[in-house]
């Protein structure tokens, strides 16, 4: 039986459906071969020679394969239609051939298919090919400028910049688009302006809105009417005239339906409609595209194969009636940037299914079926079919004009099925509902009312809107944009808060440092037109270790060069690059570098493990820091008061947040009572009251029972308390649900707590956690999976592996796809860190000998 062998289990298990008995299906786990972590893996002085290891958990399925060949010598590669697909079956066939399971007889083919329905598979199996060589050197021209980049510069940030993790060639250019937004929002000065609507009726007496548009005779401009004097003679002109109707124009307009869905469509609109990241939106649809329900869902193509548009036609036909399916089909041409090997459009196997008929039980794939289904079908459907009326009213003197904007929906077309959302809100007059109204005839007045607006700084992206521009900007492909975003928040780059993105401090400084060391490196075209070489590469119109070659001449030499420079010298660099930002014109006028706390020091950037701070230059006679993000004002350092010895009070920014303080650090008291402020407590909120409260504890709640004082504080993590009594060795911690418990606890219910944690440590070490949610059993590998509370958040957990869950994913949402997806990636990280864990024993054998 031929040997097919695919990346994924589930893969697997819908192929051999097709398959039947005859072939033998098998699952790679994904990639089996990646480049070594270290030194030398890619090999500079000797063609870009690139030295590659079989990952420790990928060794069992490589045999398993090589296994299966020795029943028969013929090897079926039917891995995913792209580059990266393309480069796994390379690597497997290279893997096996290394092995001598595969030989000079094995007959070894290569097929694709862009769905997994039979007669998709059927069909591959009877037109197979040989692996395309140049799409695995694009792969590998790839894969050899991403180690480069990151192996090399990395080094470099670890010593200019403690605390900055690592740097990549695409991730730090998508960093630089979130970094340069946030500083157009700080530098953004908003400008006041004001509109004048007026609420008028019919002689029949409906009501309707109009907003000035004409005043003293002259066309308003969006910023004429400046101030709020001046919006209140406009309110006058209004109310001292007569109005009437001068012009109604009825139009007829269509709206056609949006194209169908590509990766980076599809990642927007499932944020915009549900809030899903970019990875747990490919997630999802990976596990529809394995089981059969969708197409390739990494693609830049939006056309459709010609029965799929027959398929959705007829689908529309059955569905909602004739009248809704266009004379003619709909085609699509793609029109984005760099598009690379053309696939089909995403879109559903069958047309006819819709995710009720599925039976699709996980929510975010049912969800996610849901949206490419109707998406699919509106862009076959007919254009709705619009009125769109403009109504001008005027007084009978020309010097004052409104207009009133709105329209009809004479035929819904694509709009019954599904219309595109939008990335930041608008509102739109046009969309209002107009009454009937006659031109000549009378407009009265029942209310004119001025409204008061500033102008908006630019948006924060959210994942939805960062897609966008880098797909406008031609960087990153569909294979990388989950990951890109996804590795900026793991690195603590980036943060999303409410769906936007925030750049933390070190992502700003990492960001700074490129844009001044390694300018053309994170330059958005340069980055671009590296991408579009990758395209020539994979088209087999350029060489790729010559396009390796000419980046690796000027990308080493500026390493080299930067690698001279002293930590000082490169904060001093950074520093000036950030002075508009870090210190903005202070309102009296006086020095924005002068420290506000000591009114002698001059503030400087300085650099930590935590990131990048603002600092006083008389460290450590003054020791005032705060964030690099806005001026000391605005970070609210302020003193609160006075306590009853007369020792100022004071509120302070720190590298870790606000915190209080009391008194200054003196030569005798090199380190005053400090307290930071708990979770959940504002820093605008802070009383002198308050401050003393913090600065009192920890708090003495009373006396045990059985001896020894009862405490309660704030600690690493969160609020406790805490006893110990005569014959223990040492105290005894309970937690606190609320920042609140630590001053308001009383000793019936601190006793409770601390009896419950004697009986049952529970979370101490070594102690068995709860499980969050249990998923049940892993279903290649056995053994349980569920999903724990961590120190540092919700994991999942599975024999020894414990992974992460991404920040925008809820513990109740993991299914046992999305848990067996981070664990394969976790395990695969842990197999390259246990090679190197060997060294302390061979030091010991060592050791041993000598003795």
Not at 77 to 86: F, H, I, K, S, V
Not at 355 to 363: V, W
Not at 461 to 471: G, P, Q, R, S
Request: glycine content about 6%; overall charge neutral.
């Amino acid at each position: 039986m031929p040997v097919v062998v695919v990346e994924s289990p589930a893969k697997a298990k819908t192929i051999n459906k097709y398959l039947g008995s005859d072939y033998t299906v098998l699952a790679s786990y994904g990639h089996v071969r990646d480049l070594p972590p270290k030194d030398g893996s890619v090999d500079t002085e000797n063609g870009f020679d690139m030295k590659w290891e079989v990952a420790s958990d990928s060794r069992k399925h490589v045999a398993a394969i090589a296994e299966a060949l020795k029943s028969d010598d013929a090897i079926i590669l039917a891995t995913d239609p792209d580059r990266e697909g393309e480069a796994i079956s390379w690597h497997l066939k290279e893997a096996l051939t290394k092995r001598r399971a595969i030989k000079k007889t094995t007959d070894v083919k290569r097929v694709t298919f862009n769905a997994i329905t039979k007669a998709a598979v059927t069909e591959a199996m009877a037109n197979p090919r040989d692996i395309d060589a140049p799409l695995v050197e694009a792969y590998l021209a790839r894969r050899a400028l991403d180690y480069l980049v990151g192996f090399n510069l990395s080094p470099v940030l670890w010593r200019k910049l403690p605390g900055a993790r690592s740097a990549g060639r695409v991730q730090s250019v998508c960093l630089r688009l979130i970094v340069e937004r946030e500083m157009e929002i700080e530098a953004f000065k908003p400008r006041e302006y004001w509109s004048v609507k007026a609420i008028l009726a019919t002689p029949r007496g409906q009501e309707y809105e109009a907003r000035l548009t004409v005043l003293a005779g002259k066309k308003l401009d969006r910023y004429d009417i400046e101030n709020e004097t001046q919006a209140e003679l406009a309110v006058q002109a209004i109310q001292s005239r007569d109005l009437t109707i001068t012009s109604v124009e009825a139009k007829p307009a269509s709206r056609n339906p949006s194209a169908p869905f590509m990766t980076s469509t599809l990642q927007q609109e499932a944020s915009r409609k549900f809030g899903m990241g970019a990875r747990q939106t490919m997630n999802a649809a990976q596990r529809l595209y394995e089981a059969g329900h969708i197409t390739y869902m990494r693609t830049d193509g939006i056309d459709m194969a010609p029965e799929a548009v027959d398929e959705a036609r007829a689908a529309i036909k059955d569905r909602y009636g004739a009248e809704y399916v266009p004379a003619e089909k709909r085609i699509y041409k793609n029109k984005a940037k760099n598009a690379q090997e053309a696939h089909e459009c995403i879109r559903p196997t069958d047309m006819a299914k819709d995710a009720a008929s599925l039976k699709i039980s996980e929510p975010d794939q049912r969800k996610l079926y849901d949206l490419i289904w109707k998406r699919t079908l509106a862009c076959q459907m007919e254009s709705a079919r619009l009125e769109r009326t403009t109504v001008e009213v005027g007084s009978a003197d020309g010097q004052v004009g409104l207009r009133a904007t709105g329209q009809v929906v004479l035929f819904d077309g694509f709009l019954r099925v599904y219309e595109e959302g939008r990335d930041d809100a608008v509102v739109d007059d046009d969309d209002k509902r107009l009454p009937q109204i006659m031109q000549g005839e009378k407009a009265d007045k029942r209310g004119v009312t001025p409204d008061q607006h500033f102008t908006q700084p630019p948006p924060r992206y959210t994942e939805a809107t960062l897609v966008k521009k880098m797909e406008e900007l031609g960087i990153g492909r569909p294979s990388t944009y989950a990951s890109i975003i996804t590795t900026i928040q793991d690195r603590e780059y980036v943060r999303k808060e409410q769906n936007r993105l925030f750049p933390e401090d070190k992502g700003r400084i990492v960001t700074i440092f490129l844009l001044n060391f390694f300018k053309r490196y994170v330059e958005y075209d340069f980055t671009a037109a590296l991408e579009s070489e990758l395209d020539d590469v994979s088209a087999g119109d350029k060489d790729y270790k010559e396009l390796l070659g000419r980046f690796w001449r000027d990308f080493s030499a500026a390493i080299a060069e930067t690698s001279e420079l002293r930590i000082s010298e490169v904060l001093d660099v950074l520093d000036d690059a950030l002075a508009p930002q870090l210190y903005p014109p202070r309102e009296d006028g006086s020095d924005p570098r002068t420290c506000p706390l000591c009114g002698e020091g001059q503030l400087h950037l300085k650099s930590s493990r935590s990131g990048g701070f603002v600092g006083c230059g008389r460290y450590p006679e003054c020791r005032y820091t705060r964030p690099i993000g806005g001026d000391a004002a605005e970070a609210g350092d302020r003193v609160l008061g006075e306590d009853e010895h007369g020792n100022e009070i004071s509120l302070r920014s720190g590298r870790f947040g606000p915190y209080v303080q009391r008194g200054e650090a003196t030569e005798e008291n090199k380190k005053p009572d400090r307290a930071s402020l708990p979770k959940g407590w504002q820093a605008d909120d802070m009383t002198l009251e308050k401050a003393l409260t913090l600065l009192s504890l920890p708090r003495i709640i009373g006396m045990h029972p059985e001896g020894g004082e009862i405490k309660s504080n704030f600690g690493r993590f969160g609020p406790y308390i805490m006893h110990q009594l005569p014959d223990e060795a040492k105290p005894v911690y309970a937690n606190l649900k609320e920042p609140t418990d630590v001053f308001e606890i009383g000793m019936n219910r601190a006793v409770e707590l601390l009896a419950e944690k004697r009986a049952n440590p529970g979370r101490g070490r070594g102690a068995a956690a709860k499980p969050l949610k249990e998923l049940g059993e892993h279903p290649q590998e056995g053994g349980t999976i569920a999903v724990m509370e961590g120190r540092y958040g919700p994991y999942v957990k599975w024999e020894k592996v414990n992974a992460t869950l991404p920040k925008d994913v809820e513990p109740d949402a993991v299914t046992m796809d999305m848990a067996v997806a981070l664990i394969t990636e976790k395990s695969a990280k842990k197999g390259t860190r246990k090679k190197a864990a060997k060294k302390p024993a061979a030091k010991k054998k060592a050791a041993a000998k000598k003795s």
